[in-house]
C-alpha cells in the first residue's frame, strides 16, 4: 500500500530518500502522511505507480520541498470523505517540485459523500510540469474506475488554495480543473504566474462550482 508512513507522528524530517517502483505497479504510494504535524519532506525523489505523496486527514504544518516525480500519481490531498467524521488537513506548502510523465500534478481529490473534514491553508509554489495529464486538479467526485460510486456530494470544504510559478506541459488538454462540491464550493482559490501548454498549443480549464481569481499572467485562460 505505502513504501513510508507517517502516521499520528510530530516533528518529523524526511530527506533526502529514493523510493523506486515500477510505473504500473498498483498502490505504491511513495510517502504518506496522516494525522500528524510539523513533518518535512526534503530533497527526495519518488518514482511509483500511485501517489508520489498522499497527505490524508488530520495533516497539519506539511513542508514538501524540493521533490522530484514521476512516474505515478503526483502529490495528492486525498482522498478525503471517506468518513463522516473526519480531521481536516491544514496549513501545507509544497515548493520548488518537479513532475515528469505523472498522471497528476497537484491535486486535491475526494469523495462525492458527506464529511466534517476541510482542506485549508495550501500553497503550492514554483512547479514544474513535464507532460503531466492533469497539472492542476481539483477533484471532488473522485470515484477511481467509477466502481462503486458514491454519488452523493462532498461534504469536504476547500478553502484558501494558492497555486503559484506553476509552468510547463500537459499531455491533455484540459491542464487546470477545478471540479468542487455544488454543496461546498471551493472558495479563495488563487492562481499567479501559471503557464502551462499543449503540445505547444493552447490548453484549457475548467471550472465548477468554484469561486477564486487569478493575477498576474496565467496560461491558459482562467475560468475562474
Not at 471532488?140 to 470544504?157: A, E, M, T
Not at 462540491?181 to 471551493?186: H, L, T, V, W, Y
Request: with cysteine.
Amino acid at each position: 500500500m505505502f513504501h513510508v508512513v507517517i502516521n499520528g507522528c510530530e516533528n518529523v524530517d524526511v530527506q533526502g530518500v529514493r523510493i523506486i517502483a515500477a510505473g504500473n505497479s498498483p498502490n505504491t504510494d511513495g510517502i504518506h502522511v496522516q494525522l500528524s504535524k510539523n513533518v518535512n519532506i526534503i530533497k527526495c525523489s519518488i518514482k511509483t505507480g500511485d501517489d508520489c505523496i498522499s497527505i490524508g486527514p488530520g495533516t497539519k504544518n506539511l513542508w514538501i520541498e524540493q521533490v522530484t516525480c514521476g512516474p505515478g500519481h503526483g502529490i495528492s490531498i486525498g482522498s478525503l470523505a471517506k468518513d463522516l467524521k473526519e480531521e481536516g488537513v491544514q496549513n501545507v506548502t509544497v515548493r520548488n517540485t518537479i513532475f515528469l510523465g505523472t498522471q497528476n500534478g497537484l491535486r486535491i481529490k475526494s469523495w462525492a459523500r458527506p464529511s466534517t473534514g476541510f482542506v485549508q491553508g495550501v500553497r503550492f509554489t514554483d512547479s514544474l510540469m513535464r507532460n503531466v495529464q492533469n497539472p492542476i486538479v481539483i477533484d471532488q467526485n473522485y470515484c477511481p474506475h467509477n466502481l462503486n460510486c458514491p454519488n452523493q456530494v462532498s461534504g469536504i470544504k476547500i478553502k484558501d488554495i494558492i497555486y503559484e510559478g506553476i509552468r510547463g506541459t500537459s499531455s491533455t488538454q484540459v491542464a487546470i480543473k477545478f471540479d468542487c462540491s455544488p454543496k461546498n464550493p471551493c472558495t479563495g482559490i488563487k492562481l499567479q504566474n501559471v503557464n502551462l501548454s499543449y503540445l505547444n498549443k493552447p490548453a484549457q480549464s475548467f471550472c465548477s462550482n468554484v469561486r477564486g481569481k487569478a493575477l498576474n499572467f496565467v496560461r491558459p485562460e482562467s475560468c475562474l
